[in-house]
């Protein structure tokens, strides 16, 4: 059980545009920047975003982040088929003293 | 161009222990938060822990789940990050990830190693 909360699965067909929530607290995503991650199969994850809403040279503006409260979201637009990987969020929580991540949501393109 | 490389992985058993290191170049390693987070076969990232730079107090931070089998370690001398992991268990199968921001705070892990597998099996 993760202590950042987010849908296993999400799906859009390509060109649309599709949101992956993560949920927190008032200890992690209430109080800290919030992180995304990108991973593709058997390899290590890559920074999307920075935070909340930053993104690293050479991340496209498709991808963006925003933050409200306790809760997170990424945003992809302009779906494409290599889009189809897994995001994690992620925090630090101020209780735990350590960072917490999403569970993680395997993205769909159909 | 920053580098990040793990070795030490291999197959233990329930009970052993394992030192993993990571060789950094291409950043200044004393000026950087290091961080190791793990993935089990066909699972989520899991942070395992922390060590801020010295200037920072050069002390770690540990998940609960690793919390007194596990340390953290540095030599900036040679630009390696150690995790000493102790009395492992099962559950502790991963592949471990070195990670950094490269000095730059609150900036994310920006930057990863290729992961070492380890696996705890009797």
């Known amino acids: 059980q993760s202590v950042l909360t987010q849908p296993p699965s999400a799906s859009g067909t390509p060109g649309q545009r599709v949101t992956i929530s993560c949920s927190g607290s008032?200890?992690?995503?209430?109080?800290?920047?919030v992180y995304w991650y990108q991973q593709l199969p058997g390899t290590a994850p890559k920074l999307l975003i920075y935070r909340n809403n930053q993104r690293p040279s050479g991340v496209p503006d498709r991808f963006s982040g925003s933050k409200s409260g306790t809760s997170a979201s990424l945003a992809i637009s302009g779906l494409r088929s290599d889009d189809e990987v897994d995001y994690y969020c992620a925090a630090w929580d101020d209780s735990l003293s350590a960072v917490v991540f999403g569970g993680g949501t395997k993205l769909t393109v159909l | 161009e920053v580098q990040l490389v793990e070795s030490g992985g291999g197959l233990v058993k329930p009970g052993g222990s394992l030192r993993l290191s990571c060789e950094a170049s291409g950043f200044t390693f004393s000026n950087a938060w290091m961080t190791w987070v793990r993935q089990a076969p066909g699972k989520g990232l899991e942070w395992v822990g922390h060590i801020k730079r010295k200037t920072n107090g050069g002390t770690t931070d540990d998940a609960a789940p690793v919390k007194g089998r596990f340390t953290i370690s540095r030599d900036d001398s040679k630009n390696t990050l150690y995790l000493q992991m102790n009395s492992l268990k099962t559950e502790d199968t991963a592949v471990y990830y070195c990670?950094?921001?490269?000095?730059?705070?609150?900036?994310?892990?920006?930057?990863w190693g290729q992961g070492t597998l380890v696996t705890v099996s009797s």
């Open positions: 990670t950094t921001d490269v000095g730059i705070e609150e900036a994310g892990y920006g930057y």
């Open positions: 008032s200890s992690n995503i209430g109080s800290n920047y």
